[in-house]
């Protein structure tokens, strides 16, 4: 089970990209890379997957390189409410792991 | 569509009690998950189910029992709460489809063992 390394918190201010990076040097062949937002007192939700090379949605980006050992997920012009715990994790079927996260504090 | 609830919302226990927590889906998902999450921490697995009628362990299966009668429903069991059991606990459902892993996830139950 490939396990993930995130920074543990990132400041930034409103309007700005924000790139979290997630460190996943085991990943097998059939994992995937998917990322999770957590406000206070909410369960977490679905952002994006990705496999790799670029994958786009309507609230992120999420860039992996040819050799998947690293993610980053990018968010585009940040505003307060993306305020969150940002969670990587690899995933294989039943197979996954969610970590500590990254704690993104968007000051005004 | 309700998407996961769970039941109930807050409960207070004392050491020894026992409760059921419930988890509902209405996604016809096959996979569900029970996670617990202490504060400051990310979400560590207890117990999870591929189908009905099947349970697995997770990461912190101890103190914990589930059962899956239904696919729609996931119950999480304690048969002797502790304080070290007081916690957030989430639900979650996926559709269990090869390459397409987003989990769904419920409210949460916030427990207190006294």
């Known amino acids: 089970l490939a396990k993930t390394t995130q920074p543990i918190s990132m400041d930034s201010y409103e309007g700005q990209e924000v790139n979290i990076t997630c460190s996943h040097n085991n990943i097998a062949t059939n994992d995937y890379i998917t990322w999770y937002q957590q406000f206070p007192s909410q369960g977490p939700r679905f952002i994006i997957q990705g496999y790799k090379t670029k994958v786009t949605n309507e609230v992120a980006s999420l860039f992996i390189p040819a050799d998947r050992k690293s993610s980053t997920l990018s968010l585009p012009r940040v505003s307060l409410s993306d305020t969150a715990v940002y969670y990587c994790l690899v995933v294989n079927f039943n197979k996954f792991y969610f970590g500590s996260g990254t704690k993104l504090n968007v000051k005004p | 569509n309700a998407g996961v609830t769970q039941t109930p919302k807050f409960r207070v226990l004392k050491t020894g009690q026992s409760m059921t927590l419930l988890c509902a889906q209405d996604m016809n998902h096959e996979y569900m998950y029970w996670y617990r999450q202490d504060p400051g921490m990310g979400l560590r697995l207890i117990h999870y189910?591929?189908?009905?009628?099947?349970?697995a362990k997770g990461e912190v299966p101890d103190g914990y029992n589930v059962s899956r009668l239904k696919k729609q429903n996931f119950l999480l069991g304690l048969e002797s709460a502790a304080p070290s059991q007081t916690s957030v606990y989430f639900c979650a459902s996926e559709r269990g489809d090869s390459g397409y892993y987003e989990q769904y996830f419920g409210p949460g139950t916030r427990l207190t063992v006294t």
């Open positions: 189910s591929v189908g009905e009628g099947t349970t």
